[in-house]
């Protein structure tokens, strides 16, 4: 259903007091959140907006940023804080979901590669996007990947990872520790 209403990039504005016109939020998120595809904005409930991006790359964006803070054309600023919409939102209640940055310390170089460390990721949560040290490979010590968690989840500090041993034919495990980096609280 998220992805037939266009809903699988959707974000809540939560703005703390007043907010713009819906026609100047409009303007002003595109413009002073930088994004890349078109998005829409639309007013859902009491200060909640919903933001759809039809670009992963803006979503990710915007909800890597806690607060923005937008100034209107008579310069008032206006806070809003971006949280991730799913279907069992709630205007009265905090979100649970939330963006994290997660480590592989100490993986092997091999195992760089998006799909296999988005599997391992897939454990934690929703793995997003890998971040620019892994994808260029400038730090083989350590990978990271962004991943959308529930922080009501216990969230595994290892994972076990299974290596087909090509010259015996047998799978061997290893363990993979998960250091997280910027979990929200």
Known sequence: ???????????????????????????????????????????????????????????????????????????????????????????????????????FPNLLPTFFVKEVLFSLASTVGKPLQLDMATINKTKPSCARVKVQVNLLENLPTQVIMEIADDDKGELRKEVVKIKYNFLPK
């Open 1 to 103: 259903m998220n992805i037939i209403e266009n809903l699988q990039y959707a974000v809540v504005g939560k703005f703390s007091y007043e907010w713009p016109a819906l026609e100047e939020l409009r303007t002003l998120i595109p413009k002073q959140c930088g994004t890349k595809g078109d998005c829409q904005v639309g007013y859902l409930r009491n200060r909640h907006i919903l933001i759809r991006f039809n670009l992963l790359e803006d979503f990710v964006n915007i909800m890597s940023k806690g607060v923005y803070y937008f100034n209107d054309k008579e310069g008032y600023n206006y806070q809003m804080r971006s949280l991730i919409y799913d279907a069992k939102f709630k205007v009265a209640e905090e979100t649970t979901q939330a963006m994290a940055w997660i480590s």
